[in-house]
């Protein structure tokens, strides 16, 4: 079995009263895009910066490629990227300077670093604003300045720590490509989000978690499994008795049904076709119905059924 | 590492409000010096005092004054007084038109033991109360001597040649000492503490350095700190990059306030460069340190720079210029500890004293400042964790 790339035990960390990490725990293997999920202050920024030794932790251990990471693991830190939450560039240098920059923090050999920062400029596709400064750039292009800063230097491991806030659907798009195509060209990827159909769109294993602690883990698919609802059904309906809402709450595999405003709802916890058996009640009943939907659960679904509350809460 | 001098270099360098400040600073504030203080050197000039003169011709002293006043207002000869031969009613004209400060004239008695010359000053006379004080006194300080000389020829006629001899001669209580300059102006010394300011002021971009560099002060320090690079090497590059910077503008300063301003710094320019490079680098040093205290952030920690910085400099003379000399008789510590009466007293000794030891001992004293900031500020930062960020 391979060494996990991250490993995380026992996690505590404390703001005073406050504990923002609560015997955390996390694995992350090589390849992975690892999507940390969960609401504002749920603790993601913080396991990031304890993982890269910026922050003093109190109880735990972590391990980066094995071994231990301290402030002066430079070996370590140089097979790490970074791209912060915050826009972290510097505003008297151009978009090409900035990267050659942050790119020379890590690669001494000038050639080299000279191919790294063309390409990083590419694949953020920021070729035609090379001479441009941070402050002529968009939201947009700033951000993607923002993860070039961070991946210049080809690292194994990158964090990403909500690159996409504040950004326009089409830049976050090409962001979201971006971080698939680093993935295969073989980076592992720590993923940190509160946008779910991102990290659900993006991350081949995914982490929930709030108020410091991990609250599940697994893909997409397991994480769905482990919740009661499977599907969920709506249908247009124009009248339904409340004896008939009875029966097709005993439908099999059916463990909720409400009607409001003309609408059907209906949750189903495993089992198949289980649209099917509902309209066939229906044609039954002689109930005459418009619009039909079948819905899998998403992620604020298990994290609604996690934590009883909306990830946007 | 040359590439992160280069990039803090540009950065610096494109920082345009930075850059800016740093040259109007001085070039502004030395400007406004030289037209508040550029009087003082000229009002410190002395110039020649004019006076009406009316002699007695029938006086017994009256060849004697003659001569004597000549002699000291002999053009060739660094005069004294600038003396108009006059009758009394010309005399009393050019007094009440103010051409002259006063009216030297002979004593109505023709006593030889009474004091021969008299002085006739105006009340309205509107110029120098300090040239009618000058004359007064040598009024009084003639009939003294003629006193005491008329004295010794009537009771002891013997001793009168070596009464004269010890009258005419000086007797030296004072060690001489050659001076650099002997005309050093009052008005440099307050330049010297405005470039003792204006060096300390590098301490704000020190602190701005030291903010940068921590992940618990800046998303950018945060970037820097999880690079595989030694934080006390990045930070000391760009250290060096700011020093170069300071240097080239007091360098620009320097000139202006030499060459524009005819600020008199002596003839070893290049060791006021020095000064002022150590000074620069005592402020970046001082600086990066209370960048680098604590977690408060960028706006208090200039908050703070900026009353040390005062502090330091109205200590140095900034205000008051004999400020200095109060520190030294009652807090000499205070003198040796304070970065800006460092500079300013290692260019009051370039400018006065031949010797360099006092001013190398300034030197000295800079340096060790800056090398104790700067170690501390490394120890503050140098691999740690931070409690949050």
């Known amino acids: 079995m391979t060494q996990p790339i991250i490993q995380i035990e026992s996690l505590v960390k404390r703001y005073r009263d406050l504990i923002a990490l609560d015997h955390f725990q996390l694995s992350v293997e090589e390849g992975e895009i690892f999507g940390l999920l969960g609401p504002n202050g749920s603790g993601k920024t913080t396991t990031i910066h304890c993982i890269l030794s910026l922050l003093a932790y109190d109880k735990g251990t972590i391990r980066v490629f094995g071994q231990e990471m301290r402030p002066d693991s430079y070996e370590l830190k140089r097979q790490i990227g970074v791209v912060t939450q915050e826009v972290a560039v510097i505003d008297e240098l151009t978009v090409y300077e900035n990267i050659d920059y942050f790119c020379g923090l890590y690669i001494r050999d000038k050639k080299l670093r000279r191919q790294y920062v063309e390409e990083a400029v590419r694949f953020v596709e920021l070729d035609e604003f090379q001479k441009f400064y941070p402050k002529k750039l968009s939201g947009g292009l700033l951000r993607r300045l923002n993860i070039a800063c961070g991946i210049a230097h080809k690292p194994r491991l990158i964090f990403l720590d909500e690159p996409t806030v504040a950004v326009d659907p089409q830049s976050r798009n090409r962001i979201l490509e971006g971080i698939q195509e680093l993935n295969r060209q073989g980076a592992t990827i720590v993923y940190t989000s509160h946008y779910m159909e991102e990290v659900e769109q993006l991350c081949t294993r995914i982490a929930i978690m709030d108020k410091g602690r991990l609250l599940a883990a697994g893909t997409t698919e397991e994480l769905k499994r482990m919740i009661k609802k499977s599907e969920i059904i709506s249908i247009d309906i124009l009248d339904l008795q409340p004896e008939q809402l009875a029966a097709i709450r005993s439908l099999r595999h059916v463990y909720e049904a409400s009607f409001d405003g003309h609408c059907l709802k209906i949750l189903c916890s495993g089992g198949t076709h289980n649209l099917l058996h509902v309209l066939e009640y229906l044609q039954a009943e002689g109930l005459s119905f418009g619009r039909t939907y079948s819905e899998l659960p998403s992620l604020n679904d298990v994290f609604l059924e996690i934590t009883g509350k909306e990830l946007r809460d | ?389």
């Not at chain 2, 700190?225 to 250290?239: G, K, Q």
């Open chain 2, 1 to 389: 590492m040359l590439l992160h001098f280069k990039y803090s270099f540009l950065e610096l360098l494109r920082n345009r409000p930075q850059m800016f400040w740093a040259f109007a600073f001085p070039l502004l504030v030395g400007t406004m010096f030289h037209l508040a203080f550029g009087r003082l050197d000229a009002d410190e000039l002395f110039s020649p005092v004019p006076v009406a003169v009316v002699l007695d011709a029938e006086h017994p002293a009256c060849d004697g004054i003659r001569h004597m006043l000549d002699a000291l207002s002999e053009p060739e000869d660094d005069p004294f007084l600038i003396v108009t031969y006059v009758s009394m009613e010309d005399a009393e004209a050019l007094l009440s038109e103010k051409e002259v400060y006063g009216i030297l004239h002979m004593a109505e008695s023709r006593d030889p033991a009474k004091p021969p010359l008299c002085l006739t000053l105006s009340a309205e006379m509107s110029g120098d109360p300090l040239y009618q004080s000058i004359l007064n006194a040598f009024v009084d300080q003639f009939n003294l001597t003629y006193a005491a000389i008329a004295d010794i020829a009537q009771t002891d006629p013997a001793k009168l040649s070596a009464a004269m001899e010890s009258l005419s001669a000086e007797t030296a209580y004072l060690r001489p000492e050659t001076l650099e300059t002997s005309s050093m102006s009052q008005s440099a010394s307050y330049f010297f503490s405005l470039i003792a300011m204006s060096c300390l002021f590098a301490a704000t971009a020190g602190s701005e350095i030291a903010i940068t560099n921590q992940a618990n002060l800046s998303p950018l320090g945060a970037r820097k700190c999880v690079s595989p690079v030694r934080r006390s090497a990045a930070t000391l590059c760009e250290l060096s990059a700011l020093l170069l910077q300071e240097c080239v503008v007091m360098t620009i300063a320097l000139l202006y306030y030499r060459n524009v301003l005819s600020v008199d710094f002596g003839s070893r320019f290049g060791y006021v460069l020095l000064a002022t490079l150590c000074g620069c680098l005592a402020g970046i040093s001082l600086g990066y340190f209370v960048g680098s205290i604590g977690q408060f952030g960028r706006f208090q920690k200039n908050g703070i720079l900026v009353a040390i910085i005062m502090t330091c400099s109205m200590l140095s003379g900034l205000m008051i210029n004999t400020m200095r000399l109060y520190v030294e008789a009652f807090c000499p510590l205070l003198n040796r500890i304070n970065p800006a009466a460092l500079i300013s007293d290692a260019l009051y000794a370039l400018a006065v004293y031949p010797s360099p030891d006092r001013y190398f001992k300034n030197i000295a004293g800079l340096l060790t400042i800056s090398a104790l900031f700067c170690l501390g500020g490394i120890a503050l930062t140098r691999r740690k964790k931070y409690a949050g960020i």
